[in-house]
């Protein structure tokens, strides 16, 4: 696959690194990592109603935009780069994913419309807090009661959980285990029995909460796609996740490598800029290396996760080019996270700079919907599951 950037495409990178050199600045970043709320909702309304990036792949039918999850990447690409604390992430890349896959046109119509006009954030619930992000990590239940649905359970790493308004959660049918009878439901914050705290953590700019639900009655109206069919349809959402989160990663890798050559060139030592020393270029070298090559895999899972949106040739490859580029992302970022570190000296851990946020961002996301080691065990069974086809 051949890959470059449309006319159009540019013209959305370049605006969005504009206005996020703005808006995301360490003032502001820092001012966002003190509330509990984690961004400012005047800075979210902007960027709903003037730069309507909260639509950018909705269809033109549900209010959106219309374009594909390329552009997406591309401005994921440069919120990493600004650290910009929003609820992008967990209202676009999960919520309005998941919509698009598994939602009926009622569901679509409404919810994606009021993404779109509205404002309104979402996120997803489906891990009950173990180290794992396949099938067994919902542990939330549900039965049926009528037409109705039933919920219990506790969810952990909830993007956003305290604050979204509208939340999609995963559980599995009493009973069940693995893959079978996991459902997903649409479930409105103020729902009576969901319940939400804030759950502090190392990266401070990106906010998370646990969820708990306690005998949650849904309608059948709430139930996304068929009763206890629902896991192929999240395993799909959390890879476009993971496609998206992997961009953010490049993102970081880049303004870390940028960070690093200033700093490198205006620090003298011995009489002489220390980037002038060899050590120092050949330690920036593989950093550019890296983020190149993160670079590569990111756009190529792009391209296949548009495609699996689209019901496309490729959508078969999206959970290899997913675990490819968030494994190697993932690697990538802590590894130009720790060196941009040991570069800066010891003032590269201290408050006054911003190597640190990158770094905390680093370690958490790496270990967002899979760290690199899981990735590769589960590139490893895919793979081996088509020699047993094949």
Same mark, same amino acid.
């Given at each position: 696959?051949?890959?470059?950037?449309?006319?159009?495409?540019?013209?959305?990178?370049?605006?969005?690194?504009?206005?996020?050199?703005?808006?995301?600045?360490?003032?502001?970043?820092?001012?966002?990592? =003190?509330?509990?709320?984690?961004?400012?909702?005047?800075?979210?309304?902007?960027?709903?109603?003037?730069?309507?990036?909260?639509?950018?792949?909705?269809?033109?039918?549900?209010?959106?935009?219309?374009?594909?999850?390329?552009?997406?990447?591309?401005?994921?690409?440069?919120?990493?780069?600004?650290?910009?604390?929003?609820?992008?992430?967990?209202?676009?890349?999960?919520?309005?994913?998941?919509?698009?896959?598994?939602?009926?046109?009622?569901?679509?119509?409404?919810?994606?419309?009021?993404?779109?006009?509205?404002?309104?954030?979402?996120?997803?619930?489906?891990?009950?807090?173990?180290?794992?992000?396949?099938?067994?990590?919902?542990?939330?239940?549900?039965? +049926?009661?009528?037409?109705?649905?039933?919920?219990?359970?506790?969810? +952990?790493? #909830?993007?956003?959980?305290?604050?979204?308004?509208?939340?999609? #959660?995963?559980?599995?049918?009493?009973?069940?285990?693995?893959?079978?009878?996991?459902?997903?439901?649409?479930?409105?914050?103020?729902?009576?029995?969901?319940?939400?705290?804030?759950?502090?953590?190392?990266?401070?700019?990106?906010?998370?909460?646990?969820?708990?639900?306690? !005998? #949650?009655?849904?309608?059948?109206?709430?139930?996304?796609?068929?009763?206890?069919?629902?896991?192929?349809?999240?395993?799909?959402?959390?890879?476009?996740?993971?496609?998206?989160?992997?961009?953010?990663?490049?993102?970081?890798?880049?303004?870390?490598?940028?960070?690093?050559?200033?700093?490198?060139?205006? +620090?003298?030592?011995?009489?002489?800029?220390?980037?002038?020393?060899?050590?120092?270029?050949?330690?920036?070298?593989?950093?550019?290396?890296?983020?190149?090559?993160?670079?590569?895999?990111?756009?190529?899972?792009?391209?296949?996760?548009?495609?699996?949106?689209?019901?496309?040739?490729?959508?078969?490859?999206?959970?290899?080019?997913?675990?490819?580029?968030?494994?190697?992302?993932?690697?990538?970022?802590? =590894?130009?996270?720790? !060196?941009?570190?040991?570069?800066?000296?010891?003032?590269?851990?201290?408050?006054?700079?911003? #190597?640190?946020?990158?770094?905390?961002?680093?370690?958490?996301?790496?270990?967002?919907?899979?760290?690199?080691?899981?990735?590769?065990?589960?590139?490893?069974?895919?793979?081996?599951?088509?020699?047993?086809?094949?």
């Amino acid at each position: 696959m051949e890959f470059a950037f449309t006319e159009e495409q540019e013209m959305i990178r370049d605006t969005a690194a504009a206005f996020l050199a703005e808006v995301s600045t360490s003032e502001a970043i820092r001012q966002a990592m =003190a509330t509990e709320r984690g961004y400012d909702a005047e800075l979210w309304q902007r960027i709903c109603g003037e730069m309507y990036w909260q639509a950018i792949h909705v269809p033109e039918a549900y209010g959106g935009m219309g374009l594909g999850y390329v552009e997406v990447v591309a401005m994921m690409e440069q919120m990493g780069r600004y650290l910009l604390c929003s609820p992008f992430f967990s209202t676009v890349c999960l919520a309005s994913n998941a919509l698009l896959v598994l939602g009926n046109e009622e569901q679509k119509s409404q919810w994606l419309g009021k993404l779109c006009t509205e404002g309104l954030t979402a996120t997803v619930a489906f891990n009950g807090g173990v180290n794992r992000w396949d099938a067994q990590c919902v542990t939330a239940t549900y039965r +049926r009661d009528g037409d109705a649905f039933l919920l219990n359970g506790d969810y +952990r790493y #909830v993007i956003d959980g305290h604050t979204s308004d509208l939340i999609i #959660v995963a559980a599995r049918e009493e009973g069940t285990s693995g893959e079978q009878g996991v459902s997903l439901f649409l479930v409105p914050a103020d729902t009576e029995g969901v319940s939400s705290s804030w759950l502090p953590t190392m990266d401070q700019a990106r906010k998370q909460a646990s969820l708990q639900l306690v !005998d #949650v009655a849904l309608s059948a109206g709430a139930l996304m796609g068929e009763a206890g069919n629902g896991w192929p349809a999240l395993a799909t959402v959390i890879d476009l996740a993971s496609v998206a989160l992997a961009a953010e990663q490049v993102g970081g890798c880049q303004q870390l490598l940028d960070m690093t050559v200033d700093y490198t060139t205006e +620090r003298v030592q011995f009489n002489r800029p220390i980037a002038s020393f060899q050590a120092v270029k050949h330690k920036a070298a593989d950093m550019m290396l890296q983020t190149e090559v993160a670079r590569s895999g990111v756009y190529y899972a792009a391209c296949v996760a548009q495609e699996a949106l689209a019901g496309g040739e490729l959508a078969s490859e999206l959970p290899e080019a997913a675990s490819v580029a968030k494994s190697y992302c993932s690697d990538a970022y802590f =590894a130009i996270a720790g !060196d941009a570190l040991q570069l800066f000296g010891g003032v590269g851990f201290t408050w006054e700079y911003d #190597v640190h946020l990158y770094f905390k961002r680093a370690k958490s996301s790496e270990h967002l919907l899979g760290n690199g080691a899981a990735h590769r065990e589960r590139l490893a069974t895919l793979l081996l599951d088509k020699e047993d086809v094949a």
